[in-house]
Protein backbone atom coordinates (compact mmCIF):
# COMPACT_ATOMS: atom_id res chain seq x y z
CA UNK A 1 0.00 0.00 0.00
CA UNK A 2 1.42 3.29 -1.31
CA UNK A 3 1.85 5.90 1.40
CA UNK A 4 1.61 9.99 0.17
CA UNK A 5 2.78 12.70 2.42
CA UNK A 6 3.27 16.46 2.11
CA UNK A 7 6.60 18.27 3.05
CA UNK A 8 6.87 22.12 3.95
CA UNK A 9 9.12 24.93 5.52
CA UNK A 10 6.30 26.24 7.81
CA UNK A 11 3.81 28.29 6.91
CA UNK A 12 3.87 27.13 3.36
CA UNK A 13 0.57 25.50 2.97
CA UNK A 14 1.26 21.79 2.55
CA UNK A 15 -2.07 20.53 4.01
CA UNK A 16 -3.33 21.74 0.83
CA UNK A 17 -2.20 18.68 -0.90
CA UNK A 18 -3.30 16.74 2.86
CA UNK A 19 -6.86 17.61 1.83
CA UNK A 20 -6.80 17.66 -2.15
CA UNK A 21 -5.63 13.74 -1.69
CA UNK A 22 -7.96 13.10 1.07
CA UNK A 23 -10.56 13.76 -1.07
CA UNK A 24 -10.27 10.95 -3.19
CA UNK A 25 -12.36 7.47 -1.79
CA UNK A 26 -9.24 4.70 -2.39
CA UNK A 27 -7.23 6.84 0.15
CA UNK A 28 -7.33 6.53 3.56
CA UNK A 29 -6.37 9.87 4.81
CA UNK A 30 -4.95 9.90 8.83
CA UNK A 31 -6.34 13.84 8.97
CA UNK A 32 -4.00 16.66 9.50
CA UNK A 33 -1.80 15.50 12.89
CA UNK A 34 1.65 14.94 12.09
CA UNK A 35 3.46 12.38 12.25
CA UNK A 36 7.50 13.30 12.83
CA UNK A 37 8.88 10.50 14.35
CA UNK A 38 11.39 9.25 11.07
CA UNK A 39 12.89 13.10 10.52
CA UNK A 40 12.66 14.32 13.61
CA UNK A 41 16.02 14.09 16.29
CA UNK A 42 16.07 10.66 18.06
CA UNK A 43 13.49 9.85 15.65
CA UNK A 44 14.34 6.61 12.89
CA UNK A 45 17.02 8.48 11.02
CA UNK A 46 18.93 8.68 13.50
CA UNK A 47 18.59 5.49 14.96
CA UNK A 48 20.27 4.66 11.09
CA UNK A 49 23.44 6.97 11.95
CA UNK A 50 23.52 5.58 15.54
CA UNK A 51 23.23 2.04 14.82
CA UNK A 52 24.70 1.61 11.38
CA UNK A 53 26.58 4.00 10.26
CA UNK A 54 28.57 5.07 13.18
CA UNK A 55 28.12 2.06 15.60
CA UNK A 56 29.70 3.41 19.11
CA UNK A 57 29.34 0.68 22.33
CA UNK A 58 27.98 3.65 24.06
CA UNK A 59 25.88 5.76 21.27
CA UNK A 60 24.33 2.82 19.56
CA UNK A 61 22.27 1.31 22.45
CA UNK A 62 21.13 4.72 24.26
CA UNK A 63 19.97 5.57 20.91
CA UNK A 64 17.36 3.27 21.24
CA UNK A 65 16.79 4.67 24.22
CA UNK A 66 16.19 7.62 23.24
CA UNK A 67 13.76 6.28 20.53
CA UNK A 68 12.13 4.74 22.84
CA UNK A 69 11.40 7.78 25.05
CA UNK A 70 10.50 9.87 21.67
CA UNK A 71 7.85 6.34 21.28
CA UNK A 72 6.46 7.03 24.68
CA UNK A 73 6.26 10.91 24.20
CA UNK A 74 4.27 10.60 21.17
CA UNK A 75 2.05 8.06 22.69
CA UNK A 76 0.54 10.73 25.22
CA UNK A 77 -0.49 10.81 28.65
CA UNK A 78 -3.96 11.68 30.03
CA UNK A 79 -4.18 15.13 28.44
CA UNK A 80 -3.93 13.99 25.09
CA UNK A 81 -3.18 10.52 23.70
CA UNK A 82 -1.78 11.38 20.69
CA UNK A 83 -0.52 8.68 18.06
CA UNK A 84 -2.73 6.00 19.84
CA UNK A 85 -5.76 7.46 19.08
CA UNK A 86 -4.70 6.92 15.47
CA UNK A 87 -3.19 3.89 15.35
CA UNK A 88 -6.33 2.24 17.71
CA UNK A 89 -3.95 1.43 20.31
CA UNK A 90 -1.15 0.00 18.88
CA UNK A 91 1.60 2.82 18.54
CA UNK A 92 3.51 1.88 21.47
CA UNK A 93 2.80 -2.10 21.52
CA UNK A 94 4.03 -1.84 17.29
CA UNK A 95 6.85 0.56 18.57
CA UNK A 96 8.28 -1.30 21.46
CA UNK A 97 8.09 -4.54 18.98
CA UNK A 98 10.22 -2.71 16.37
CA UNK A 99 13.00 -1.84 19.41
CA UNK A 100 12.91 -5.34 20.03
CA UNK A 101 13.33 -6.61 16.66
CA UNK A 102 16.29 -4.42 16.13
CA UNK A 103 18.11 -5.18 19.97
CA UNK A 104 20.92 -7.79 19.37
CA UNK A 105 20.80 -8.58 23.36
CA UNK A 106 20.90 -6.05 26.52
CA UNK A 107 22.37 -6.49 30.37
CA UNK A 108 22.05 -4.50 33.79
CA UNK A 109 24.12 -1.54 33.21
CA UNK A 110 24.58 2.26 32.52
CA UNK A 111 26.44 4.82 31.55
CA UNK A 112 26.73 8.96 31.87
CA UNK A 113 24.32 9.87 29.21
CA UNK A 114 22.08 7.67 31.71
CA UNK A 115 22.72 9.86 34.45
CA UNK A 116 22.37 13.00 32.31
CA UNK A 117 18.93 11.91 30.82
CA UNK A 118 17.36 11.96 34.25
CA UNK A 119 18.23 15.59 34.71
CA UNK A 120 21.04 17.98 36.05
CA UNK A 121 19.81 17.63 39.53
CA UNK A 122 19.48 13.72 39.94
CA UNK A 123 22.91 13.66 37.81
CA UNK A 124 25.19 16.05 40.59
CA UNK A 125 23.48 14.68 43.49
CA UNK A 126 25.12 11.01 42.41
CA UNK A 127 28.36 12.62 41.39
CA UNK A 128 28.94 14.29 44.08
CA UNK A 129 27.88 11.01 46.26
CA UNK A 130 30.09 8.79 44.29
CA UNK A 131 32.94 11.97 44.83
CA UNK A 132 32.78 11.84 48.38
CA UNK A 133 33.30 8.17 48.58
CA UNK A 134 36.26 8.30 46.71
CA UNK A 135 37.56 11.10 49.39
CA UNK A 136 36.61 9.00 52.13
CA UNK A 137 35.88 5.13 52.57
CA UNK A 138 37.43 4.75 49.08
CA UNK A 139 40.40 6.31 48.97
CA UNK A 140 42.87 3.77 48.50
CA UNK A 141 40.67 2.61 45.30
CA UNK A 142 40.53 5.48 42.92
CA UNK A 143 39.30 3.13 40.25
CA UNK A 144 36.13 1.93 41.85
CA UNK A 145 32.97 3.99 40.93
CA UNK A 146 29.46 3.58 43.01
CA UNK A 147 26.80 1.69 41.00
CA UNK A 148 24.59 4.39 41.06
CA UNK A 149 21.51 2.74 38.32
CA UNK A 150 21.24 -0.61 39.04
CA UNK A 151 18.16 -1.44 37.64
CA UNK A 152 19.31 0.30 34.65
CA UNK A 153 19.22 -1.47 30.99
CA UNK A 154 21.87 -1.26 28.48
CA UNK A 155 20.72 -2.35 24.67
CA UNK A 156 23.33 -3.28 22.35
CA UNK A 157 22.37 -3.08 18.89
CA UNK A 158 24.06 -3.08 15.64
CA UNK A 159 22.08 -4.40 12.80
CA UNK A 160 23.40 -4.38 8.97
CA UNK A 161 22.27 -2.08 6.37
CA UNK A 162 20.05 -4.52 4.85
CA UNK A 163 18.68 -5.53 8.16
CA UNK A 164 17.66 -2.21 9.61
CA UNK A 165 15.65 -0.96 6.32
CA UNK A 166 13.70 -4.14 5.98
CA UNK A 167 13.09 -3.85 10.06
CA UNK A 168 11.99 -0.30 9.66
CA UNK A 169 9.61 -0.66 6.45
CA UNK A 170 8.14 -3.96 8.14
CA UNK A 171 7.72 -1.36 10.79
CA UNK A 172 6.12 1.32 9.28
CA UNK A 173 4.13 -1.03 7.34
CA UNK A 174 2.49 -2.67 10.29
CA UNK A 175 1.81 0.88 12.03
CA UNK A 176 0.41 2.00 9.46
CA UNK A 177 -1.83 -0.76 7.66
CA UNK A 178 -3.19 -1.91 11.33
CA UNK A 179 -5.95 0.45 10.87
CA UNK A 180 -7.32 -0.54 7.57
CA UNK A 181 -9.51 -2.85 7.14
CA UNK A 182 -11.24 -1.23 3.57
CA UNK A 183 -9.50 -3.63 1.04
CA UNK A 184 -10.56 -1.04 -1.47
CA UNK A 185 -7.86 1.69 -0.21
CA UNK A 186 -4.74 1.72 -2.09
CA UNK A 187 -2.98 4.52 -1.03
CA UNK A 188 -2.80 6.25 3.36
CA UNK A 189 -2.42 9.74 3.37
CA UNK A 190 0.37 10.55 5.91
CA UNK A 191 1.33 14.36 6.78
CA UNK A 192 4.96 15.38 7.55
CA UNK A 193 6.12 11.94 7.45
CA UNK A 194 9.79 13.20 6.23
CA UNK A 195 11.12 16.52 5.48
CA UNK A 196 11.44 17.85 2.18
CA UNK A 197 15.26 17.55 2.33
CA UNK A 198 17.44 14.61 1.57
CA UNK A 199 14.64 12.27 0.08
CA UNK A 200 17.01 9.57 -0.95
CA UNK A 201 18.04 8.83 2.52
CA UNK A 202 14.38 8.72 3.86
CA UNK A 203 12.33 7.28 1.21
CA UNK A 204 14.29 3.91 1.77
CA UNK A 205 12.08 3.42 5.05
CA UNK A 206 9.27 2.84 3.10
CA UNK A 207 8.09 -0.01 0.78
CA UNK A 208 6.31 2.75 -1.15
CA UNK A 209 6.23 6.13 -0.59
CA UNK A 210 5.63 9.32 -2.97
CA UNK A 211 6.36 12.99 -1.02
CA UNK A 212 4.96 16.33 -2.72
CA UNK A 213 6.55 19.03 -0.95
CA UNK A 214 5.17 22.47 -1.34
CA UNK A 215 6.24 26.11 -1.06
CA UNK A 216 4.84 29.44 -0.98
CA UNK A 217 5.25 32.75 -2.10
CA UNK A 218 7.69 34.39 1.02
CA UNK A 219 5.64 37.52 0.99
CA UNK A 220 2.52 35.63 2.81
CA UNK A 221 4.42 33.85 4.53
CA UNK A 222 6.17 36.26 6.82
CA UNK A 223 2.74 38.62 6.48
CA UNK A 224 0.83 35.99 7.79
CA UNK A 225 3.26 35.02 10.76
CA UNK A 226 4.03 38.43 11.52
CA UNK A 227 0.63 40.10 11.69
CA UNK A 228 -1.34 37.43 11.95
CA UNK A 229 -0.13 33.89 13.55
CA UNK A 230 2.34 35.28 15.33
CA UNK A 231 3.48 31.45 16.60
CA UNK A 232 7.02 32.74 16.92
CA UNK A 233 8.80 29.31 14.48
CA UNK A 234 10.54 31.76 12.57
CA UNK A 235 11.91 35.13 12.14
CA UNK A 236 9.44 38.26 12.49
CA UNK A 237 12.34 40.72 11.56
CA UNK A 238 12.49 41.06 7.77
CA UNK A 239 16.20 41.07 7.75
CA UNK A 240 16.14 37.20 9.67
CA UNK A 241 13.23 36.28 7.67
CA UNK A 242 15.24 36.19 4.52
CA UNK A 243 18.47 34.52 6.02
CA UNK A 244 16.38 32.15 7.37
CA UNK A 245 13.93 31.26 4.19
CA UNK A 246 17.33 31.28 2.07
CA UNK A 247 18.81 28.68 4.72
CA UNK A 248 15.69 26.94 4.33
CA UNK A 249 15.40 26.35 0.88
CA UNK A 250 19.15 26.21 0.19
CA UNK A 251 19.11 22.35 -0.49
CA UNK A 252 17.23 22.73 -3.55
CA UNK A 253 19.85 24.30 -5.24
CA UNK A 254 21.83 20.56 -5.44
CA UNK A 255 18.89 18.02 -4.81
CA UNK A 256 16.55 16.83 -7.97
CA UNK A 257 13.03 18.03 -6.29
CA UNK A 258 10.97 16.35 -8.96
CA UNK A 259 11.36 12.42 -9.06
CA UNK A 260 9.84 9.79 -9.15
CA UNK A 261 9.56 9.67 -5.16
CA UNK A 262 9.51 13.45 -4.66
CA UNK A 263 7.27 16.06 -6.73
CA UNK A 264 7.49 20.15 -6.12
CA UNK A 265 4.88 22.21 -6.03
CA UNK A 266 3.89 25.72 -5.48
CA UNK A 267 0.72 26.48 -2.97
CA UNK A 268 -0.30 29.30 -5.49
CA UNK A 269 -0.53 26.79 -8.51
CA UNK A 270 -3.15 24.25 -6.16
CA UNK A 271 -5.35 27.60 -6.51
CA UNK A 272 -4.98 29.66 -9.38
CA UNK A 273 -4.10 27.02 -11.69
CA UNK A 274 -6.30 23.86 -9.82
CA UNK A 275 -7.29 21.61 -13.13
CA UNK A 276 -4.06 21.45 -14.70
CA UNK A 277 -2.09 21.25 -11.12
CA UNK A 278 -4.60 18.69 -9.78
CA UNK A 279 -4.53 16.29 -13.16
CA UNK A 280 -0.74 16.56 -12.79
CA UNK A 281 -0.88 15.14 -9.34
CA UNK A 282 -3.60 12.41 -10.42
CA UNK A 283 -1.16 11.42 -13.11
CA UNK A 284 2.00 11.49 -10.48
CA UNK A 285 0.62 9.63 -8.31
CA UNK A 286 -1.50 7.22 -10.05
CA UNK A 287 -4.85 8.35 -8.81
CA UNK A 288 -8.01 7.75 -11.20
CA UNK A 289 -10.67 10.69 -11.05
CA UNK A 290 -13.55 8.61 -10.83
CA UNK A 291 -12.43 8.13 -7.23
CA UNK A 292 -12.28 11.81 -6.34
CA UNK A 293 -15.96 11.40 -5.53
CA UNK A 294 -15.76 14.55 -2.96
CA UNK A 295 -14.30 17.27 -4.61
CA UNK A 296 -14.01 20.59 -3.09
CA UNK A 297 -15.06 18.88 -0.17
CA UNK A 298 -11.55 19.45 1.65
CA UNK A 299 -9.99 21.66 -0.38
CA UNK A 300 -11.51 24.51 -2.39
CA UNK A 301 -9.32 27.06 -4.68
CA UNK A 302 -12.09 29.50 -4.28
CA UNK A 303 -12.10 29.75 -0.34
CA UNK A 304 -8.19 29.27 -0.28
CA UNK A 305 -7.63 32.40 -2.69
CA UNK A 306 -8.44 34.74 0.41
CA UNK A 307 -5.13 33.29 2.30
CA UNK A 308 -2.98 34.42 -1.26
CA UNK A 309 -1.67 38.14 -1.95
CA UNK A 310 -2.40 38.81 1.68
CA UNK A 311 -0.03 41.40 1.65
CA UNK A 312 -2.19 43.02 -0.63
CA UNK A 313 -4.99 43.83 1.32
CA UNK A 314 -6.08 47.25 1.80
CA UNK A 315 -5.36 47.62 5.70
CA UNK A 316 -2.21 46.76 4.86
CA UNK A 317 -1.18 47.70 1.61
CA UNK A 318 -1.63 50.93 3.68
CA UNK A 319 1.14 50.60 6.04
CA UNK A 320 4.29 52.08 5.43
CA UNK A 321 6.40 49.69 7.33
CA UNK A 322 4.60 46.56 5.84
CA UNK A 323 5.46 48.38 2.11
CA UNK A 324 9.01 48.40 3.43
CA UNK A 325 9.05 44.88 4.65
CA UNK A 326 7.69 43.35 1.09
CA UNK A 327 9.77 45.35 -1.08
CA UNK A 328 12.96 44.24 0.93
CA UNK A 329 11.28 40.94 0.58
CA UNK A 330 10.98 41.50 -3.02
CA UNK A 331 14.90 42.57 -3.32
CA UNK A 332 16.18 40.04 -1.54
CA UNK A 333 14.11 36.53 -2.09
CA UNK A 334 13.28 37.86 -5.37
CA UNK A 335 14.24 34.48 -7.11
CA UNK A 336 11.44 32.39 -4.93
CA UNK A 337 8.55 35.15 -5.54
CA UNK A 338 5.62 33.31 -7.15
CA UNK A 339 4.73 35.41 -10.72
CA UNK A 340 1.05 35.81 -10.07
CA UNK A 341 0.77 37.13 -13.88
CA UNK A 342 0.99 34.04 -15.51
Not at 140 to 159: A, F, G, L
Request: proline share 2%; aromatic share 16%.
Amino acid sequence: MKIVSCASYYGSGSSVITDFVSEYSNVYSFSDEEFRFVQDPDGIADLEYNLVENFNRHNSGHSLKRYKRLVDFYTGNIFGRKYEKFFHGEWKKISYEYIDSLTDFKYNGWWQYDLIDKGNLYYFRKRILNKLLKATVWRNQPERTMNTMKDEITYCSHPSEKKFLELTQKYIDDLFTSVIDDRNIDMLMVDQIVPPTNIERYSRYFKDIQVICVDRDPRDIYILESYFWRDGVIPRNVSDFCKWFKYTREHRKHENMDNEKMKFIHFEDMIYHYSSTTKDIEMWLGLDSVNHTRKYDFFDPQKSIKNTQVWKREKLSSDKKINDEVEFIEKHLSEYLYNFDI
